[in-house]
């Protein structure tokens, strides 16, 4: 099994900026990636950016580059997602979540593609 805990959300004004972190336990894979994903309400679970875990492979939704950093730290296997000039269209809870393959963009902004899920933490940015 796999456990993701997402930490980091709160409540940021308008231009502000906030740091998640997902860290990872249990099972290991050789490949796996992360993603990032967002769901605001009466909406659909949302792409935001993944990344491989063992190359240098990432990517982000159209509407989060240039503004959003998504980065890992092995050694803690911890995922990062620095969130720069937020607007209040960010508003959501975030979630992580692991892939045990890293593939192609169109296969990683699909969550139906991922596998295990974290609990989610709530981000608000304040106009």
């Known amino acids: 099994q796999v456990q993701l805990v997402e930490s980091g959300g709160g409540l940021v004004q308008s231009g502000g900026s906030l740091r998640l972190s997902c860290a990872a336990s249990?099972?290991?894979?050789?490949?796996?990636?992360m993603g990032w994903f967002r769901q605001a309400p009466g909406k659909e679970r949302e792409f935001v950016a993944a990344?491989?875990?063992?190359?240098?492979?990432?990517y982000y939704a159209d509407s989060v580059k240039g503004r959003f950093i998504i980065s890992r730290d092995i050694a803690e296997n911890t995922v990062f997602l620095q969130m720069n000039s937020l607007n209040p269209e960010d508003t959501a809870v975030y979630y992580c979540g692991l892939r045990i393959t890293m593939s192609t963009l169109a296969v990683m902004k699909s969550a139906r593609k991922y596998g295990y899920w974290g609990q989610g933490t709530l981000v608000t940015v304040s106009s």
């Open positions: 990344i491989s875990w063992t190359d240098d492979r990432l």
């Open positions: 249990g099972q290991t894979f050789s490949n796996p990636a």
